[in-house]
Structure formats: C-alpha cells, structure tokens
C-alpha cells in the first residue's frame, strides 16, 4: 500500500526556521496538504495543493512540492506552532488517501 | 459557517456494530466528496474512507474494507459510518472531514470528533 513518509520529529528554537518533509512515490503528479494538530484538538488545514495557503492561516507557514519530496516551511516559528504536523497525499490512482506518520514540532 | 457535527460513538463490545453520523451545515453538502479519518489513542492520523459528492464512488483503507460502510443522505445533509466487526484496533476517535475541491483531496473542513471504544 502507498505511503507518505516524515520525520517524527523535528526542533527548533523560536524566530528559526522549521522545515517538515514528505516523501512519496505519487507526490510528482498528486497533491499535498498539510495538518496542524494540536493536543485534544482535530485537525487544521494549513497548506493545501501543494502550496496554497486557506484564510486565515499565519503567512509565516508556506509549502513547496518538488519531486517525490513535499515540505511545510515555518518562517520565524513560534511557541504557539508547538503541535503535530501531517502530511496527505493520494496515491496514483486517486482514489485512496493517505496520512503521513506524523512529525512533531519543538518549538523552544 | 461551516460545521461538522458527529455522532454515535460510543463503547461497544468487540464483534459488535456502530454507527457514525456526520451532520453538515454551513454549505452545499451534495457538492463535495467527504470523509472519514481516524486516530487511535496516542497515534498518528489515519484515513478510513471517502465518498463522491453524489455517493455513487466509496473508497476505503485495506484495513477497513468488507468491514465498514461509508454512504451520504444528501436530502439531509449527513454523512455515514457503518462499522461492523468490531475489534480493538477499532478503538479510535472519527472525525468527519469536507474535501476541499473535485480536484484535490485535501480536507478544508473538521468535526470534532467522536469517540468509538471497543472493549469487553
């Protein structure tokens, strides 16, 4: 079965640059979104097709696709941005969806 | 606004059944696919099932398959989750999620959450 794969964790300190990866076989023809989650709370959008940002997401989260790699950029990361980031994709056939493992974000 | 209201989990007993319902508001329900992802406790997201806009296409995870059953009552804005069999690895909270486009899967729009426990 197809699989998204990210790092499980990733730290940095604030006003620094965070950078999430994701790789996939279908990621060169299929779209990536990404998923902020904090504790005891669902899942927000924050990146979707790629590199789109919906309102009302802090300009400081970008994303980019290139290859088999998708990345979630946090420029200038902050306290608050602690949280567990996924990506999703589809696989070639676009039809079954898939959540990347999950990477949590440090931020101290 | 958009909103996603969940409900019908509950504690069940392993081999037993479940139904989820999502009611929509906020939005033309009959014109976007929807899904359903899970999170078991202490674990990652896991997508479980989607379904078209007309419900005419159903998509599930292998684990799920022959198991649970996705459909969509378009007449009263809900979406469904029936799940039978259930074991352990059932345990999880499903939320119920809007795809943001036909053109791209990503999941614009969340519930909640709610809750299914699978134990003697």
């Known amino acids: 079965s197809y699989e998204l794969t990210q790092p499980p964790s990733v730290s940095v300190s604030p006003g620094q640059t965070a950078r999430i990866t994701c790789s996939g076989d279908a990621l060169p023809k299929k779209y990536a979104s990404w998923y902020q989650q904090k504790s005891g709370q669902a899942p927000v959008l924050v990146i979707y097709e790629d590199s789109k940002r919906p309102s009302g997401i802090p300009e400081r989260f970008s994303g980019s696709s290139s290859g088999t790699m998708a990345t979630l950029t946090i420029s200038g990361a902050q306290v608050e941005d602690e949280a567990d980031y996924y990506c999703y994709s589809t696989d070639s056939s676009g039809n079954h969806r898939v959540f990347g493992g999950g990477t949590k974000l440090t931020v101290l | 606004e958009v909103q996603l209201l969940e409900s019908g989990g509950n504690l069940v007993q392993p081999g037993g059944s479940l139904r989820l319902s999502c009611a929509a508001s906020?939005?033309?329900?009959?014109?976007?696919?929807m899904s359903w992802v899970r999170q078991a406790p202490e674990k990652g997201l896991e997508w479980v099932s989607s379904i078209s806009a007309s419900g005419d296409s159903t998509y599930y995870t292998d684990s799920v398959k022959g198991q649970f059953t996705i459909s969509r009552d378009n007449s009263k804005n809900t979406l469904y989750l029936q799940m039978n069999s259930l074991g352990a690895e059932d345990t999880a909270v499903y939320y119920c999620a809007k795809e943001y486009s036909s053109s791209s899967s990503s999941l614009d729009y969340w519930g909640q959450g709610s809750l299914v426990t699978v134990s003697s």
């Open positions: 906020g939005f033309t329900f009959s014109s976007y696919a």
